[in-house]
């Protein structure tokens, strides 16, 4: 197998990477940001990436929301989470917080530590970098473009640089959860814990519609892990809806529910079915059990029988 994931060496994501069976030992290929890295796969020169969705503090990742809602078609494949800590790595020649004039980070860590800067290094200046580890790598340049990173402990234990502080995080118990994504193929199998990605165009703007759509699981007792709407960029209010789900698509009650979804909103993405990396097996009640949907089919096929 060969993977791209959000590089440089060094990131959280790789960290997501290293936990998939085999990947350390794989071809890994660190991408400058999630969209190169998802286009590697459209592409196929790797078979898999490995990109942030979603922390608990921050929500959901847009750059990597948008990129699997629009083009080509992709899929997840697993899902992996990350509890996440960061560190004030310093250049050559800083020794105090006060000397910081400009610090740079991932935008995500940046709001994950926002409160913390505010209050010890409220004279710094951010400037976006496309990771943590990039941030912390132009550190060790000959003339660094900025004072401080704010980057993972493993990083900066690696590189050798020099920490000034440990956990600036606002809230401690982060986490972020990573997806590997392929080209549509072959679904995972059901593990009983697992979970599902919807992309879901709204339909028509008028009263109820999101109402019925999330009647559909409702009414088969689906329960949703995340729902978040982004806008399509064709123009003002409007939006599509990225959803995570509890179940596989093998589940009766999960096709029951997509089979209405897709009679409401026909351009949906199925974006896969996926060992939850963590959870439960869901509660189901009687009536939304295999056996049910089953026997209510079959029912319905014996009247339809004497037409
Ligand atoms: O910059 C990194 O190290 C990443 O892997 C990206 C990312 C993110 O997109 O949220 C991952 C985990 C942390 O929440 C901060 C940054």
Redesign the pocket.
């Known amino acids: 197998m060969s993977y791209a994931y959000?590089g440089p060496a060094?990131?959280?994501?790789?960290s997501?990477l290293l936990q998939v069976p085999g990947a350390a030992d794989a071809q890994r290929i660190p991408a400058s940001s999630?969209n190169v890295a998802l286009s590697m796969v459209r592409e196929g020169s790797v078979e898999a990436a490995m990109v942030?969705i979603e922390?608990s503090v921050?929500g959901g990742?847009s750059?990597t929301l948008d990129a699997i809602a629009q083009g080509e078609a992709l899929q997840i494949v697993a899902e992996i989470l990350?509890p996440?800590s960061f560190v004030l790595a310093v250049r050559p020649g800083i020794d105090s917080l006060e000397q910081i004039k400009r610090i740079s980070?991932?935008g995500?860590?940046w709001a994950?530590c926002r409160l913390w800067a505010e209050a010890n290094i409220p004279q710094a200046a951010f400037t976006p970098?496309?990771?943590?580890?990039?941030g912390a790598l132009a550190l060790e340049e000959a003339e660094p473009p900025h004072d401080a990173a704010i980057?993972?402990p493993l990083v900066a234990q690696e590189r050798g640089l020099k920490v000034l502080a440990r956990g600036v995080e606002d809230n401690q118990g982060?986490v972020?959860r990573?997806i590997l994504v392929t080209r549509p193929g072959k679904i995972p199998a059901p593990t009983k814990v697992d979970k599902s990605t919807l992309i879901l165009p709204l339909p028509e703007d008028r009263p109820g519609a999101l109402m019925e759509i999330l009647e559909q699981f409702t009414a088969r007792g689906v329960n949703l892990s995340r729902i978040e709407s982004r806008p399509t960029g064709q123009g003002l209010g409007q939006y599509f809806f990225s959803v995570d789900f509890e179940g596989h698509v093998a589940d009766e009650r999960v096709a029951a529910a997509l089979s209405g979804l897709h009679r409401l909103s026909p351009e949906l993405r199925f974006l896969g079915s996926y060992p939850a990396a963590e959870g439960v097996e869901p509660f189901v009640d009687a009536h939304n059990s295999d056996a049910a949907f089953s026997e209510a089919r079959d029912w319905v096929k014996s009247l339809r029988e004497r037409l």
């Open positions: 959000l060094g990131t959280f994501t790789e997501a999630v942030p922390n921050e990742v750059a990350v996440i980070t991932h995500h860590a994950q970098a496309s990771s943590t580890a990039a980057c993972s982060a972020t990573f």
